[in-house]
């Protein structure tokens, strides 16, 4: 298991070993020791799972409270992974960090409390998208802001998206810089 650093502080991007052969693979995906020595959670009390068809955008999302930090993998498929500072007091407040994670490539995000997160399914295939939080879902928690906000300029690397009305609705940044979660 690999740990780096990514440019926006918080973000890390882990890379697992796989050893692979003919009758197929094995991955450790989940060390707790290594994890916190790099100074990630330990402990994770939620995991979740997600299946999305190809094409869907799911995101921007961020919970303020209890703040959410997740680590997140693909089990099948491929998706584009887009984590946005959204950290006020931040140098980085308002970029954004992407990268492809895919089942066969090795790479987990992980994304800190103060950045917003979201994906989109890259693979001809329906993607399943595993992740492991550090605090409980609350869904009246839930917050967002808008996948296309023009000010963020995310490259999207799809043309003809389906996003749940939901996050078609979500806040722009510009709303979001009004009145910023203390993070």
């Not at 450790?28 to 290594?34: A, D, F, G, L, W």
């Not at 500072?85 to 090795?106: C, K, M, W």
């Not at 979201?118 to 802001?145: L, R």
Request: charge should be neutral.
């Amino acid at each position: 298991m690999k740990i780096t650093d990514l440019p926006l502080s918080g973000l890390k991007l882990v890379e697992l070993k796989l050893f692979a052969d003919t009758r197929g693979f094995f991955v450790e995906k989940y060390r707790s020791n290594t994890l916190a020595a790099h100074g990630l959670p330990a402990f994770f009390p939620q995991d979740n799972h997600s299946r999305s068809i190809p094409h869907v955008i799911r995101g921007l999302h961020f919970q303020p409270t209890p703040p959410q930090g997740k680590l997140v993998a693909v089990v099948s498929g491929s998706i584009f992974d887009v984590a946005v500072d959204i950290r006020a007091d931040s140098p980085t407040f308002g970029q954004h960090y992407s990268v492809d994670l895919s089942a066969e490539n090795g790479k987990l995000l992980w994304i800190p409390p103060g950045f917003a997160h979201g994906f989109c399914v890259t693979s001809a295939t329906p993607a399943d998208v595993f992740y492991k939080v550090d605090n409980y879902y609350e869904a009246t928690q839930q917050c967002g802001i808008r996948w296309n906000d023009p000010e963020l300029n995310i490259p999207w690397p799809i043309k003809d998206a389906l996003v749940s009305p939901k996050d078609a609705e979500m806040q722009s940044f510009a709303e979001y810089r009004k009145n910023p979660v203390r993070w």
